[in-house]
C-alpha cells in the first residue's frame, strides 16, 4: 500500500484541484521553490500564471484573492506562519466573509486560506507558534483542521471547491504524519469521524491532537473504553455526529490547542449540555488562558495540551460518575 | 466614454439630487443610520464614470452613493437600498455604506478607508486573465492615503501592471483631520513611489475629471499599468448627516463658503443652454420622484431571513439551541 505523508496530501490536493479546474490558482511567499514544503512541483507543472510569489504585503493579497475570487477565480493563498493570519483577519473576516451578505447575495468568495505548520513548531517561540482556529470558527467562516493525511487532502480539495472563503489549518504536529492511504477522496465539510469507537467516554480532539487522543486511549483500553471523535471542520461543527457520540457514552472531554478562554473547546462543551445529560461534569483540556507559547521546549510543551493532562482529564470524568 | 456635456450634467445632477433627497429620508427617519453625504463632489464620481466603459469595474467608499449611481445603477433601487427594504440593490443587506451592483460593474462601497483598492486589483486582474478587455476605477479619499493596505494595493498593482486608476478624492479632510495634519509628503508624490503616473485635476470641474480619467484610460487600455489621479474637492455638507445634530468646529465659516462657490453642478450646468440644463433639471426630479415613491413603497425584508445569503455555499448558520 502506498504510504502518504501530510504535506504530500496537501501538495497532490492542489495539484489535483489546479488540473480539474483552470480557475484555481496559487498564492503566497516563496511558494514557487516550495519554502514550505507543500508546493512542491506545481510551479514546473502549472507555470508562473498559476503560482504567484507575492511580495511580503499579506493585506493586499489577501484582498486581491477577495477580488480575484469576485471575479470568478478560486484562489488558494499560503501563509508562511499561523500569526500572519491575525494581519489579515481584517481582509478576510471584514471583507471576504461578509460580502456574500453585505451584497445580498450578488457575489461569492471562493477563497482558500491555507496555513501549513501551525501551532507549535517547537523553538519558534511567541509568533510563530498561534493556533487560532477558534477565532474563525467565532466569526462563522468556515474553519478545517485535517489530522491525517487522508483529509488533509480531502479537506483541502472540499475548500477549494466550497464557494465561501475557508481556512484550512495543517497542524505543524501533524505535517510529518504517513499513513497506508488506499483512495484519496474529497472529504466533505462540516463531517466529523470517529477515529476509535468506545463505550465509556467520548475525547473531542482537534487536529494534531486527534494522535495524542488516540495513543491515550490505546494505553488507557484496560480501564477506560474510550472512544475518540475528530470533529475534523471546526465551522461547522458536526453537532450531530458528536452528539451522536456523547450520547452513547455519556461522559466528554475535549481536547483543544486553542486558549482556554472562548475557545473552540468551550463551545463544543456548551453544545453538548445543551442537547446531552451526561453522566460527569465535562472537561476541557487546553492552552492556558492568554497563552503566549514561551521559547524554551520544556516551557512551550508546558503551555501545550499533553498526553498527561488528558489522561488525567478521561480519568476524572470517570470518577466523577 | 461620453463627451456630451448634458448627460455629464445629467449625472452630476442626478447624484446632487440624490443626496438631497437622501438626507430628506434621514431626516424623516426613513433612512436609519444616516449616509456620508457626497454633496459638492458629484464631479468626480460623474466625470470618472463618463471616461469608463459599462463593463468596466468600480469600487466606491463609505461615501459611495455617487459612485454606484454614477457607474449607472438604478437609484430607485439605491434608494430602496438606503431605506433598508427587500427591493433594495442589496435586498436590504447592505445600506448606504455597503451598496454594491454588480450588474453594472460597481463590486462595492467599502466602509473601510482603503480597502478597496487591493479587492479591485485582484478583480481586474482576474477578469483580464480570462481575457476580458477592461480597466478598473477605485476610489478613496484623502484620509486613505495613509493606509498601509492601500499602499501594498499600489505596489501589486504597479507591479504586476494591473490597469487600476486610483482615485483620489482630496476633500481636505478625513473626518476632521486636514490634509495638512495627516499627510507627509503628497499625495502625487505616493504614485510616483511605486512608478504610477499621477494627475492632479480639479475636482469640481466635471469635464476635467473626465478628461484626466479618459487619457489616463487610454493608457491602461494601451497597455499601461496603474494611474492615479488626485482630485481636489470639497465637501458642502457634514462628513456624516449625525453633524446635522451635532456641530462639531473644525473647518472655518470661510474656507466654507469659499468652498461651497465652486459647485460642479453650477460648473456642468453653465456648459448647456438654459433650456437643456431645465429640462434635465426637470427629468431628474421626476426619476427621484418615483424613486422615493419606489422606495417608500418597498416592503422590509423578513427578519427571518436575516442571515440569508451569509454563506454562498448555502450553509446556513445556527441560531437557537443546539
Ligand atoms: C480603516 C478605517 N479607519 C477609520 C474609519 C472611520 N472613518 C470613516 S470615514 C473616515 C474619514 C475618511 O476620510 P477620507 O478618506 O478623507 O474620506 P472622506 O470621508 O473625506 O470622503 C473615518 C476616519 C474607517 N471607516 N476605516
Ligand atoms: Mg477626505
Not at chain 1, 506562519?81 to 450578488?106: C, D, R, Y
Not at chain 2, 430628506?24 to 460623474?46: F, K, S, T
Not at chain 2, 487591493?118 to 486613505?144: N, P, S, Y
Amino acid at each position: 500500500m502506498p504510504r502518504l505523508s501530510y504535506r504530500r496530501a496537501l501538495t497532490r490536493a492542489l495539484a489535483d484541484e489546479m488540473t480539474r479546474d483552470e480557475s484555481v490558482f496559487l498564492l503566497g511567499e516563496d511558494i514557487r521553490v516550495a519554502a514550505a514544503n507543500v508546493t512542491s512541483g506545481l510551479l514546473k507543472r502549472f507555470g508562473p500564471e498559476r503560482v504567484l510569489d507575492t511580495p511580503l504585503s499579506e493585506q493586499a493579497f489577501t484582498s486581491f484573492a477577495t477580488g480575484a475570487a469576485l471575479a470568478g477565480l478560486r484562489p488558494v493563498l499560503e501563509f508562511q506562519i499561523p500569526s500572519l493570519l491575525f494581519l489579515v483577519f481584517e481582509q478576510i473576516v471584514n471583507h471576504a466573509h461578509k460580502f456574500p451578505l453585505m451584497t445580498g447575495g450578488q457575489c461569492a468568495v471562493p477563497v482558500t486560506y491555507l496555513v501549513p505548520g501551525s501551532g507549535s513548531r517547537t523553538g519558534w517561540a511567541g509568533q510563530h507558534s498561534d493556533h487560532p482556529y477558534s477565532l474563525f470558527a467565532h466569526v462563522g467562516v468556515t474553519t478545517v483542521v485535517p489530522a491525517t493525511p487522508a483529509d488533509a487532502y480531502g479537506l483541502l480539495v472540499s475548500a477549494i471547491r466550497c464557494d465561501d472563503p475557508v481556512v484550512v489549518f495543517a497542524p505543524a504536529g501533524a505535517l510529518d504524519v504517513r499513513a497506508d492511504v488506499v483512495d484519496l477522496a474529497p472529504v466533505p465539510l462540516g463531517r466529523g469521524v470517529v477515529r476509535r469507537p468506545g463505550t465509556d467516554v467520548t475525547v473531542v480532539a482537534v487536529g494534531h491532537l486527534v494522535h495524542d487522543a488516540l495513543a491515550v486511549a490505546d494505553e488507557l483500553a484496560d480501564q477506560v473504553s474510550v472512544e475518540v471523535f475528530d470533529p475534523r471542520t471546526l465551522y461547522p461543527v458536526d453537532w450531530d455526529g458528536l452528539v451522536g457520540s456523547v450520547s452513547r457514552t455519556g461522559r466528554l472531554v475535549v481536547v483543544d490547542d486553542s486558549n482556554r478562554s472562548c475557545g473552540i473547546a468551550g463551545e463544543i462543551i456548551a453544545t453538548v449540555v445543551e442537547r446531552v445529560r451526561l453522566l460527569a461534569p465535562p472537561r476541557r483540556v487546553t492552552r492556558p488562558d492568554g497563552a503566549v507559547l514561551p521559547f524554551a521546549p520544556a516551557l512551550d510543551r508546558a503551555v501545550q495540551p499533553g498526553r498527561d493532562q488528558l489522561t488525567a482529564a478521561i480519568q476524572l470524568t470517570m470518577k466523577d460518575g | 466614454m461620453t463627451h456630451d456635456p448634458v448627460r455629464l450634467y445629467r449625472t452630476v445632477r442626478l447624484i446632487r439630487r440624490f443626496e438631497e433627497r437622501a438626507i430628506e429620508l434621514v431626516r424623516a427617519g426613513e433612512i436609519v443610520g444616516g449616509i456620508h453625504p457626497y454633496l459638492g463632489q458629484e464631479g468626480i464620481a460623474a466625470g470618472v464614470c463618463a471616461a469608463l466603459r459599462d463593463g468596466d469595474l468600480v469600487t466606491g467608499t463609505h461615501r459611495g452613493h455617487g459612485h454606484v449611481l454614477g457607474k449607472g445603477a438604478d437609484p430607485a433601487r439605491m434608494l430602496a437600498e438606503l431605506c433598508g427594504r427587500v427591493t433594495g440593490l442589496n435586498r436590504g443587506r447592505g445600506g448606504s455604506m455597503h451598496a454594491a451592483d454588480f450588474g453594472v460593474g460597481v463590486l462595492g462601497a467599502n466602509a473601510i478607508v482603503g480597502a478597496a483598492g487591493a479587492i479591485l486589483t485582484g478583480a481586474v486582474w482576474a477578469r483580464r486573465r480570462r481575457g476580458d478587455d477592461l480597466v478598473g476605477a477605485t476610489f478613496f479619499g484623502d484620509g486613505a492615503v495613509n493606509e498601509g493596505m492601500l499602499l501594498e494595493a499600489f505596489n501589486l498593482a504597479a507591479l504586476w501592471r494591473v490597469p487600476v486608476l486610483f482615485v483620489c478624492e482630496n476633500n481636505g479632510y478625513a473626518t476632521t483631520m486636514p490634509v495638512a495634519g495627516a499627510v507627509a509628503g503628497t499625495i502625487a508624490g505616493r504614485a510616483a513611489a511605486f512608478g504610477m503616473p499621477a494627475t492632479v485635476v480639479d475636482g469640481q470641474d466635471p469635464e476635467q475629471v473626465r478628461d484626466a480619467t479618459a487619457a489616463a484610460v487610454a493608457r491602461m487600455r494601451a497597455g499601461g499599468g496603474p494611474e492615479l489621479v488626485e482630485a481636489h474637492t470639497y465637501r458642502f455638507d457634514a462628513h456624516h448627516t449625525f453633524e446635522h445634530a451635532v456641530r462639531l468646529e473644525y473647518r472655518p465659516p470661510d474656507e466654507v463658503a469659499a468652498g461651497r462657490s465652486r459647485d460642479p453642478v453650477d460648473i456642468q450646468g453653465a456648459r448647456l443652454p438654459p433650456a437643456a440644463r431645465a429640462a434635465v433639471d426637470a427629468e431628474v426630479e421626476a426619476t427621484l420622484a418615483a424613486a422615493v415613491a419606489y422606495a417608500l413603497a418597498s416592503p422590509p425584508p423578513d427578519p427571518a431571513a436575516a442571515l440569508e445569503h451569509l454563506y454562498a455555499s448555502g450553509l446556513t448558520a445556527r441560531t437557537g439551541g443546539g
